[in-house]
């Protein structure tokens, strides 16, 4: 008998007819049964929760089938997207800098480029960067185009003292040189971050996701 009910919505099953019903029964991890609020209503057990859904639709559990979930969770990264100005960029960085742990780094590997800026699209500065980390090593990188790194970044990886890198914060080389990089990264300690991507992610309805793979991800991994 199941253990939780939902009635009262529109279940979408995705079965062969793509039929939607009223209601759906629960067991443990298992869905029991489908079909009008009275019929499920039937199936419950003894002390069962019911949920009256208000006409709200029910859907399965949704596939991503392209998602860097490897790489974000080792690396726990910044997210750039959506940053309208490179003043709000570095905003974002700064606070994420503000919550870091001691020795770890300011990351943001892809997904944003200076083009989604408004007004000034200049390079972040050495000076900007070293600033807003609050002595964090920090790559950013554009993209997988190019990608800024602070002192502290450059000290850790061993960059020469005399090439234009640290001089400018730039770094350039395309994909290959950006794959290489990240390969030696640190990788986060724990598991707090694969538990905040899978929460984050249950919340917009994935429950799977298929990785193929990317920047600063092993063979292993």
Same mark, same amino acid.
């Given at each position: 008998?199941?253990?939780l009910v939902?009635?009262n ?6 079965d ?6 009223q =209601? +759906? !029964? ?10 009008? &609020?009275? #019929?499920v209503l039937?199936? $419950?057990?003894?002390g ?10 029910v ?11 490897v ?8 997210r750039?997207e ?5 003043s709000?960029?570095?905003d974002?960085?700064k606070?994420r ?23 000034d699209?200049?390079d ?6 070293? =600033? +807003? !980390? ?10 997988? &185009?190019? #990608?800024?790194?602070?002192? $502290? ?5 061993d ?52 990785d193929?793979?990317g920047?600063?991800v092993?063979?292993a991994?």
């Amino acid at each position: 008998m199941a253990t939780l009910v939902f009635v009262n919505g529109k279940i979408i099953t995705v079965d062969d007819q793509f039929s939607v019903h009223q =209601a +759906v !029964a629960v067991d443990g991890h298992r869905i029991t049964l489908t079909g009008p &609020d009275a #019929a499920v209503l039937a199936h $419950a057990g003894r002390g069962a929760e019911v949920i009256d859904l208000g006409g709200a639709t029910v859907i399965p559990g949704l596939i991503d089938n392209h998602n860097h979930f490897v790489r974000a969770t080792e690396h726990s990264e910044v997210r750039l997207e959506g940053v309208r100005t490179r003043s709000g960029a570095l905003d974002v960085l700064k606070r994420r800098a503000a919550v870091l742990k001691p020795g770890q780094w300011l990351l943001t590997l892809g997904g944003w480029h200076e083009d989604q800026w408004e007004g000034d699209r200049g390079d972040l500065t050495l000076a900007e960067l070293d =600033a +807003v !980390a609050d002595g964090h090593p920090a790559f950013i990188q554009a993209q997988y &185009d190019h #990608a800024f790194a602070n002192t $502290a970044w450059m000290d850790a990886m061993d960059v020469p003292h005399d090439t234009q890198a640290r001089r400018t914060a730039r770094l350039d080389g395309g994909l290959i040189a950006l794959n290489r990089t990240a390969a030696s990264f640190p990788a986060a300690r724990g598991d707090d971050g694969i538990r905040a991507a899978m929460a984050w992610y249950n919340s917009l309805g994935l429950t799977t996701v298929f990785d193929p793979g990317g920047v600063g991800v092993s063979d292993a991994a």
